[in-house]
């Protein structure tokens, strides 16, 4: 992207209206800068009447927020890729592709259940697999990063999800997917 377009707040998802029949899918976590962002959208989308449910990681800092029965909540048996090496690491690894495809399975279980409209993730590698999942559904697809450098979730669906809003312009140089640059934008211009 030329250094001197700039990059407007425009409308992310036309021809949704926020509605009580809307149903949404927020899906983020791992750590506090995945999580909190999720919930503030969360929280936001209730307060609008939007039906809402959450996809975390049972090992993320969200495992200590929901119980295990929440009906609003899935909480996913997959962690990230362990970058150190250590027996402990190599373990994990090795388990990994047997979680990423049971919370695969999980994250499409719970689409076919829900119905989403769209399905929005904040980033973690929690969030991947039900962004995932809904691509693989055809159910739209929203990428929040919030952060100045995009995480691998956000970097490897990208160029698959229908839009990404990023809180920092920078975040553009490492993206090719045309984005929304939209701080503070209002959930009313997002969805009208």
């Known amino acids: 992207m030329p250094a001197k377009e700039e990059l407007e707040p425009i ?3 036309g021809g949704f209206r926020l509605t009580t029949k809307l149903r949404m899918i927020v899906t983020g976590g791992g750590t506090g800068g995945h999580f909190f962002p999720a919930q503030a959208i969360r929280t936001a989308l209730e307060d609008k009447g939007v039906e809402v449910k959450y996809i975390g990681s049972k090992f993320g800092v969200e495992a200590t927020r929901f119980p295990q029965d929440c009906s609003n909540t899935l909480l996913l048996n997959i962690r990230g890729i362990q970058r150190h090496i250590s027996m402990d690491s190599i373990i994990k690894n ?5 979680r990423f495809l049971k919370s695969y399975i999980q994250s499409w279980i719970l689409l076919n259940k829900f119905k ?3 399905v929005i993730g904040t980033g973690g590698y929690s969030s991947g697999l039900p962004l995932l999942a809904a691509i693989h559904k055809g159910i739209k697809t929203v990428i929040q990063e919030q952060n100045s450098f995009p995480g691998i979730t956000t970097r490897h669906l990208a160029s698959r999800v229908d839009k990404i809003c990023i809180a920092y312009e920078d975040v553009v140089n490492y993206l090719k997917k045309k984005i929304q640059f939209l701080p503070g934008i209002l959930f009313e211009r ?3």
């Open 11 to 13: 409308l992310i998802i």
């Open 94 to 98: 090795i388990i990994f592709p047997f």
């Open 116 to 118: 989403p409209h769209v």
């Open 190 to 192: 997002i969805f009208n």
